[in-house]
Structures are given as structure tokens and as C-alpha cells.
């Protein structure tokens, strides 16, 4: 009899273990897998006339686990279809786990671009290396390259913690290949290196070519990189980053970096960071260009150290990614919103203007797989704001300071507690971004789904992004203003 392969064992306990999956908590039109555990996003790209989308799978259970790749595919960025496992941690490269990585086009072949956690050795002695692989398909399925490691633990520079090099960004430029890879120095501050490749196989370190100005012990991870209005962004997640004022106030953060990025010389000339999402649950994100010129967005749509509802009740499943948005600079800032495809999924349009203070709400404004818009103009107000997922004691508030220029996402009262390992860095429940209104008007637009909310500020000047977990009745919009306020709002039903 033929022996199963780790590709063929992992699509088989999926398959065998998806109708067991617990319905309580699932989304209904954000990605989230069949089965098993979730997390970083991988290799989202466009090939082939769709988008595709991997992400870190452990499918033997809902906690984190040795790696592999699951993979999605969709052809407008709301519906996705599961396509089978197509990575799994199987050669002498990635025996441990094949984690987090990119893709790309090359010569019509579709590359997937991976760490490997390498295995030396055997019980107390084992040595792990995080090392660089390749994987080139067709859309459906991918074979590894037989010259991985193609950037080995020898290629590892000096004055980097070589345990810690890993999650690689590959793209092209000028008929050179040039992979970024996050790590940490020995002083403990976040470093990306930078590789470059005539022909992806043979790789040459260029150095350093960004790294972090305080100590946080902590690796950069997950870069991505695009140019945008003629600057270089970066999109970098820390670790253990240390709160900014207002911003990044998570166990661990994300946030671009804009400048100049010299090829030749290998660096990076930064002119300023902005944190990306200033919710609770936005880590990893990774971008793609599609075949309309688009720059979308998307992320893993939890924190890690949290505790995960699921995972805890034993739902058989955790994690989840954020509806993709689409990027733009204005006024020299990255905004962003959710790509437009999801207006064709709206039903049930309701509208309405009123001028008011205290409360104000209406019948239709009920829902949990919904769309949300409203603008909000001051009048003499000091405060206003939404109440979501609202019901007889739980309730998911967003509250705009006025003096303060500061928009409150609090979530304490969501439900179900949610709480991080770590004391000192898991945060209050309540989250702060500071936002200007215009002309005496803040817009805030609301994608709910469920268990998620996902907040797009001043037409995508800011997100804030977080998971709730309410009881099934809490399903009301209540609009609140401490003072008088005018509002103008839409409401939608999500239909999928």
C-alpha cells in the first residue's frame, strides 16, 4: 500500500474533521479555516486571474503548531474557496515547520517563498535554523525545490540572532530578485536584512538595510514592501513594541515605514512611520497588486497572547483574516478601506438623518453581519458615538472625544472577557487613535461580522480592528452624543 504523504494526511483530517467544527463563533464572510488553527497570512498574490491567499495552518488542532500552508482562492475578494494544503513540513529544510512567507509571478510559474524550520540533531542536542526555501506551482499544487535551503544557515550574517531570521518578502526590481527577511540583532533591537538573487537560487546578503531605534527583545517580522506615489513602503510587525503616546499599545504591533529604499547600497532612508491599525486584532499584514493596478491589504485578525473563545471552548478551530482593503496615500499617509467588492453583497439599504442628544436609534438598526455608515456633525456636543452588538448588558462602543480629537474603541463589555498572557502589555480593553474631525464631521463606517468589527475612520484616514465575543441577542446600533449632534447614516445587511 502506498504510504500517505504529510500533504495527503493534513487535507484528509480537514475533510474529516470539518463538519465537527463548532458554528458558535464563525464568521460569514471573513477567511477562516475549515479546520485547525489559523494565523499570518502567506503568499497573497494574484496568479492566474484570481487572488490567492495562504496562511499559517496547523490543522491537528486550534492552538499553534509545527506549520504548514493552507490555501484559499477567490475571484473578488469577498467569497473564497479552500483549495487543498500546499505546504506541509515534510524534507530535511523545513522538517519542523514551513512558516511564514510570500509569492509571487515568475515566468508564469506561480513561487511560493518560505522559512523552513530546520532540524539538526536529535534530543537534547537538536539544533534549530530558520532557513529560506522555494516552491513553485501551478495555482493548485506546489513542488519544493531541491536546492532548499536556497539561503542556508551559513548565509546568515553576523550580528543578527541567526536562531530568529525568517519570514521572507520576495520581489523583483530591474531584473533582480531581492528578498527582505525580519529578524533581531544581539542587541535585541528588530533588523530586516536584505538579499538580492539573479535567479532565486543563488543568494547574496546585502546587509542590514532597516532596523528598530529602541531595545524591545524582539524580532521584526512579516515584512512587505511596495512603492506607492514614488515612496517605499514598508510594512513591518514588531514585537514587543513600545506604546507611542496613543499608538501602539498591543502586545505586538504593526506599522509602515515610508522613505527611499537604495537598492545599491541596501538601505532603507526612513522619513516616517504610522501604525497601520490601531484596534486590538491586526498582525501580519501582507499586500498584492491585482490585475487592476490595486494595492489590497489583508491580516491576521487576532493578537498573539490573547486568549481565543474558540480555541478555549473547543470549537475545533481558531483564527481568522481581516476583509481586504484597498491602499492609497493621501496628504502623504496611508489610508485604507474595505475593497468595494463588498458593496455587491448589500441588501435591505436603510437611511436616515436626525438631530438629536442622549440616545437615538430605530428598528432596522439591528444586526451582526453588517454595514454600518454614519457622520456624525457637532453641533454643541462634547462627545459622540455607536454602541454595537449592543443588548441588555453587553455592548461595543466607539466614542469620539471632541476636544480631546481622540476616538475610543472600548470593548470591555463585549461579552466574553478577552485577555492577554502577559499583564504589563495586553492593554485595558480600550483602544485610542487620535483623529481630527472635518469641518465639525467624524464618518465612521463599521463592517460586522459576527464576532468581529472592523472600523474605518474619516473616509480610511484610520482602522481600528478587534474580535468580540457577544451573546446571540446583542444584535442593536444605539447612537449616543453627550450634547446635541446631527447624524446622517446607512445601514446594510451582509448577504453571502
Known amino acids: 500500500m502506498r504510504m500517505e504523504t504529510p500533504l495527503q494526511k493534513a487535507d484528509r483530517h ?13 464568521l460569514r464572510y471573513h477567511l477562516m479555516p475549515e479546520a485547525g488553527w489559523m494565523n499570518d497570512p502567506n503568499g497573497f498574490s494574484f496568479y492566474g486571474g484570481k487572488y490567492h491567499l495562504f496562511y499559517q ?13 493552507g490555501h484559499a ?26 512558516f511564514s512567507g510570500t509569492a509571487m509571478e515568475v515566468e508564469g510559474r506561480h513561487v511560493l517563498m518560505y522559512t523552513g524550520l530546520q532540524l539538526e540533531g536529535d534530543g537534547d542536542d537538536r539544533k534549530v535554523h530558520q532557513v529560506q526555501c522555494l516552491a513553485f506551482g501551478d ?16 548565509k546568515i550574517p553576523e550580528g543578527v540572532v541567526k536562531a530568529d531570521v525568517r519570514d521572507p518578502k520576495l520581489f523583483e526590481r530591474n531584473g533582480m530578485y531581492y528578498c527582505i527577511l525580519g529578524s533581531k540583532d544581539l542587541e535585541q533591537k528588530g533588523v530586516f536584512l536584505l538579499y538580492r538573487s539573479a535567479d532565486l537560487m543563488e543568494w547574496e546578503c546585502m546587509g542590514t538595510m532597516d532596523a528598530a531605534d529602541e531595545v524591545n527583545g524582539g524580532v521584526w517580522e512579516c515584512p512587505d514592501h511596495f512603492r ?50 490601531a484596534g486590538f486584532d491586526f498582525y501580519a499584514p501582507q499586500t498584492l497588486e491585482d490585475g487592476q493596478g490595486r494595492r489590497i491589504m489583508v491580516a491576521w485578525m487576532q493578537m498573539w497572547e490573547r486568549n481565543m473563545p474558540s480555541n478555549e471552548e473547543k470549537h475545533g478551530w481558531a483564527g481568522a483574516m ?113 483623529l481630527k474631525a472635518r469641518n465639525g464631521k467624524v ?30 441577542g446583542s444584535d442593536r446600533m444605539v447612537l449616543f452624543a453627550e450634547g446635541k449632534v446631527k447624524v446622517r447614516l446607512e445601514k446594510y445587511d451582509l448577504i453571502f
Not at 14 to 26: C, D, G, M, P, S
Not at 57 to 69: A, E, Q
Request: contains cysteine; charged residues 30%.
Open 14 to 26: 480537514i475533510q474529516e474533521n470539518k463538519q465537527n467544527v463548532n458554528e458558535r463563533y464563525r
Open 228 to 277: 506607492m506615489d514614488g515612496k517605499d513602503i514598508l510594512l513591518v510587525s514588531p514585537q514587543f513594541k513600545k506604546p507611542e503616546s496613543l499608538r501602539y499599545h498591543n502586545i505586538h504591533s504593526t506599522c509602515a515605514r515610508i522613505g527611499t529604499l537604495d537598492l545599491e547600497k541596501g538601505r532603507f532612508l526612513l522619513e516616517q512611520e504610522e501604525e497601520i491599525d
Open 57 to 69: 495552518l496547523h490543522p491537528y488542532g486550534s492552538v499553534w503548531g509545527p506549520m504548514h500552508w
Open 73 to 98: 482562492t477567490s475571484e473578488d475578494l469577498v467569497r473564497w474557496e479552500h483549495a487543498p494544503v500546499a505546504l506541509a513540513p515534510d524534507t530535511d529544510a523545513d522538517g519542523g515547520g514551513c
Open 322 to 434: 481581516t476583509f481586504p482593503r484597498i491602499l492609497w496615500m493621501q496628504d502623504g499617509r496611508l489610508h485604507q478601506l474595505p475593497v468595494p467588492e463588498i458593496e455587491s453583497s448589500r441588501r435591505n439599504r436603510y437611511m436616515a438623518e436626525a438631530e438629536f442628544s442622549g440616545t437615538w436609534t430605530q428598528e432596522p438598526l439591528r444586526g451582526n453581519v453588517s454595514e454600518l455608515l454614519v457622520e456624525f456633525e457637532t453641533l454643541e456636543a462634547e462627545a459622540f458615538g455607536v454602541k454595537l452588538f449592543a443588548g441588555q448588558e453587553e455592548e461595543t462602543v466607539f466614542r469620539y472625544d471632541v476636544k480631546e480629537e481622540v476616538l475610543i474603541f472600548d470593548r470591555r463589555r463585549s461579552g466574553i472577557v478577552l485577555r492577554g498572557s502577559r499583564k504589563e502589555l495586553a492593554g485595558s480593553g480600550v483602544r485610542r487613535t487620535q
Open 443 to 472: 464618518t465612521m463606517r463599521f463592517l460586522l461580522d459576527r464576532t468581529s468589527v472592523e472600523a474605518f475612520l474619516n473616509g480610511g484616514e484610520k482602522a481600528m480592528t478587534g474580535t468580540v465575543y457577544p451573546s446571540e
Open 139 to 154: 495555482g493548485k499544487s506546489y513542488e519544493k525545490s531541491l536546492q532548499n535551503p536556497v539561503i542556508p544557515k551559513e
